[in-house]
């Protein structure tokens, strides 16, 4: 009994400055003493939600008329998430809510507009014949792409040019990769390679063109259209105009990550501001910190000498939960913080059992050693019912808030759901750990009033 309570006391103590490292770390590296190679590295900054750090919240819709299917809605949900993130836009959650739309939420933007644009845009790419008359950037022309009937030729000069339906080469799904890259000018282009079947198309119409103007439009709109100065057989090219970093990074997602399945209108959107979550901080820090200092005092004048391990433990509880939060990582909403305050309260209620067992226990004449063991015993049961119950409702928010987009219900879920895991390690290891560490060598009939007896 002397070993276990050792052995255990070292592992909570292990596993209490693991966690006290990731609290207090913004990125966590462990590197291999025997070479110097670094074995495992991690961002564990803490992750806000957008009701704590501001940014945008748009609901998006595919249109009336337009045939969706779930499958439509799952890829067009992972290209937007790729869209954005490649923008810089982390924490992106994205939700499905059929039968047609898809909450978006990107907390810590500052450029809505660049987001909205990149989210509106269907990303059609293709490669057009424009023959001899090149057009000037930005017009809206109509191609042989996706519509019935074969194209006007493109030196067919007695149909206007607005009318005039250009011949597609190719679309943008035969790109292998697209970057950006700085130019000879000083600007930047984007580069881009070609899958095997795009090479020969390339190849062979290049070939046949030398002289000529192919357009590359997006959307229907001409973003250039640069002359065939010889055959390009190497399956690669560079798309230059007059880009900035961030024009030519746009243009470069929009092509790396094609087309939608289906068209998504930003049918509503709103703009939370940094200074409102910055204030739901200070006042959740501070809730936060008013909920523990009373179930710590509570403790420790109702229970004494059990209060104030049960008011260790808590801390300890407090330490993992914060950490798990970080590594997992966590993104943090206010349900989400008051699903963690609200498993603290579950912490203590398995203390509370614990306690009130153990000392029917010390009435009864056991001694202290042994009443420790048979309130953990006889308490356990309750808190592992009460605990799964809770957990089940966990799954069941979760479920709900993935099913109909509601991100702050499956926040709340997941924040409880870790907290009251925690909970269950702690009250099974940590406090009793704890009690028969500080309580194995004292008798508990020479100072009952420790003990609240």
Not at 72 to 82: A, F, P, Q, V
Not at 186 to 207: Q, V, W
Not at 420 to 434: D, K
Request: aromatic share 8%; with cysteine; net charge negative.
């Amino acid at each position: 009994m002397r070993q276990r309570p050792t052995t255990m006391l070292i592992i909570v103590l292990i596993l209490l400055a693991f966690s006290a490292w990731i609290n207090f770390s913004e990125s966590i590296t462990i590197i291999n003493p025997f070479n110097s190679t670094t074995l495992f590295q991690r961002d564990v900054a803490t992750k806000l939600g957008l009701d704590l750090r501001g940014g945008l919240q748009a609901l998006l819709e595919v249109p009336e008329g337009v045939t969706v299917t779930s499958e439509d809605l799952n890829t067009t949900k992972t290209i937007l998430e790729s869209r954005v993130n490649a923008l810089g836009v982390s924490e992106v959650t994205m939700q499905i809510a059929p039968p047609r739309r898809i909450v978006a939420e990107f907390p810590g933007i500052d450029n809505p507009e660049e987001v909205v644009a990149s989210v509106k845009q269907t990303g059609l790419l293709e490669f057009v014949d424009f023959g001899s008359t090149p057009l000037p950037d930005g017009t809206v022309i109509k191609t042989d792409q996706g519509s019935e009937g074969s194209a006007t030729p493109a030196d067919d000069t007695t149909t206007p040019a607005e009318e005039r339906i250009y011949h597609t080469v190719m679309t943008g799904t035969l790109l292998q990769t697209v970057n950006v890259q700085p130019s000879a000018s000083g600007g930047y282009e984007i580069a881009f390679s070609l899958k095997n079947e795009g090479a020969t198309i390339f190849s062979d119409y290049t070939g046949a063109n030398v002289g000529k103007f192919l357009a590359i439009v997006l959307d229907k709109k001409v973003i250039s259209a640069p002359q065939i100065q010889t055959q390009i057989s190497e399956g690669s090219g560079v798309i230059t105009g007059s880009y900035t970093a961030e024009s030519a990074n746009a243009f470069a997602v929009q092509l790396r990550y094609g087309s939608l399945p289906v068209p998504v209108e930003v049918t509503e959107s709103r703009t939370v501001g940094p200074t409102l979550g910055a204030e739901s901080i200070r006042k959740s820090v501070l809730a936060g910190i008013i909920g523990l200092s009373v179930v710590i005092l509570f403790m420790l004048f109702y229970y004494r000498l059990p209060g104030l391990i049960a008011d260790l433990a808590l801390l300890s509880y407090a330490l993992f939960s914060m950490a798990l939060f970080k590594l997992i990582p966590v993104v943090l909403t206010l349900p989400g913080i008051a699903g963690f305050i609200l498993s603290i309260g579950m912490a203590v209620d398995a203390n509370i059992l614990i306690f009130e067992r153990m000392k029917e226990e010390l009435r009864s004449g056991k001694p202290l050693r042994q009443a420790i063991d048979l309130g953990w015993q006889r308490a356990w049961p309750s808190i592992r019912d009460s605990n799964l119950s809770t957990l089940i409702t966990c799954l069941i928010l979760y479920i709900f808030g993935s099913t109909f987009g509601a991100s702050m219900v499956k926040g709340f879920a997941v924040t409880l759901a870790i907290g009251v895991l925690v909970s269950l390690f702690t009250a099974i290891t940590v406090t009793r750990t704890y009690l028969h560490t500080v309580m194995d060598n004292i008798k508990s009939a020479d100072h009952p009033r420790w003990f609240g007896l």
